[in-house]
């Protein structure tokens, strides 16, 4: 037999043998932190390499979705601001998940911005208005848990809500109306509103062992899409205050 035929079964031993005897040994690792401030000089290579995607992101956040014939606020216990993007997330929540939705809401931290004034309203200012990728999500609930739900809005001083009214008195919801009718405790009302909420944020804890109906549609979407909506049917993009939460004595 050729004496090449025997090297490469007695390499692989070798081998097999190194790789069962020997181990690992890991280099000991430093950590040095570097403070970046405005006085360091930019890298030229770094900016060239970035610039392109600078600039698409620049024309997409500066692009034009729409024009506010208002300046929206956001105040409690109902906003002009607020009633805006509910309205956005109950008529998406009814087109995009193809099904009806009584009410939606959103907790009022979640607003990111206090005034959304008149004029053009750009993808960027929507941004500002809803940084995070919160979910518009869906849940069936019993009006047992939705009165409870309104309790916690009565408590944080108003919710923006749409396709319901309530009034607040001694930090409970009363007069509670949904879809113009009393609401009913043992009906089961599809709500729409974030995952955030969802999953027991800003105290919703009566909410989070509901199941969760998602498609993973963005609640940003949403009111990108209400305003290209508003834009299709030739309405203006505006709110205004409707007594839709109330203080009474």
């Known amino acids: 037999m050729?004496?090449?035929?025997?090297?490469?079964?007695?390499?692989?031993?070798?081998?097999?043998?190194?790789?069962?005897?020997?181990?690992?040994?890991?280099?000991?690792?430093?950590?040095?932190?570097?403070?970046?401030?405005?006085?360091?000089?930019?890298?030229?290579?770094?900016?060239?390499?970035?610039q392109p995607f600078s600039d698409s992101v620049n024309n997409s956040m500066n692009t034009v979705l729409g024009v506010s014939t208002v300046s929206?606020?956001?105040k409690l216990p109902e906003s002009s601001l607020g009633n805006f993007m509910v309205d956005a997330f109950l008529t998406m929540a009814r087109e995009k998940y193809h099904t009806q939705v009584d009410l939606a809401f959103v907790n009022f931290g979640g607003i990111r911005l206090t005034q959304l004034p008149a004029g053009?309203?750009?993808?960027?200012?929507?941004?500002?208005?809803?940084?995070?990728?919160?979910?518009?999500?869906?849940q069936k609930v019993k009006g047992t848990i939705l009165q409870q739900v309104l309790d916690l809005v009565a408590a944080r001083g108003g919710w923006p809500v749409s396709g319901m009214r309530m009034q607040i008195r001694n930090g409970k919801a009363v007069n509670?109306?949904?879809?113009?009718?009393?609401?009913?405790?043992?009906?089961?009302?599809?709500?729409?509103?974030?995952d955030f909420i969802a999953n027991g944020g800003d105290n919703a804890d009566?909410?989070?062992?509901?199941?969760?109906?998602?498609?993973?549609?963005?609640?940003r979407d949403a009111i990108i899409d209400y305003i290209a909506w508003l834009n299709s049917q030739g309405k203006t993009i505006a709110a205004t205050i409707e007594n839709r939460v109330t203080h009474v004595e």
């Not at 025997?6 to 690792?29: E, K, V």
């Not at 509670?176 to 974030?194: C, H, Q, R």
Request: aromatic share 12%; glycine share 6%; with cysteine.
């Open 72 to 74: 929206m606020e956001k």
């Open 206 to 219: 009566m909410l989070r062992n509901i199941p969760q109906i998602t498609n993973g549609y963005l609640m």
């Open 120 to 138: 053009n309203i750009t993808r960027g200012k929507v941004f500002e208005l809803m940084p995070f990728d919160n979910l518009l999500i869906l």
């Open 176 to 194: 509670v109306l949904i879809g113009g009718m009393p609401l009913d405790p043992e009906k089961v009302y599809t709500i729409a509103n974030s």
């Open 2 to 50: 050729n004496p090449r035929y025997y090297f490469f079964p007695a390499l692989l031993l070798i081998i097999t043998g190194l790789s069962c005897t020997t181990a690992y040994q890991g280099q000991s690792l430093q950590y040095k932190g570097y403070r970046i401030s405005k006085s360091m000089q930019a890298d030229s290579s770094v900016l060239n390499f970035l």
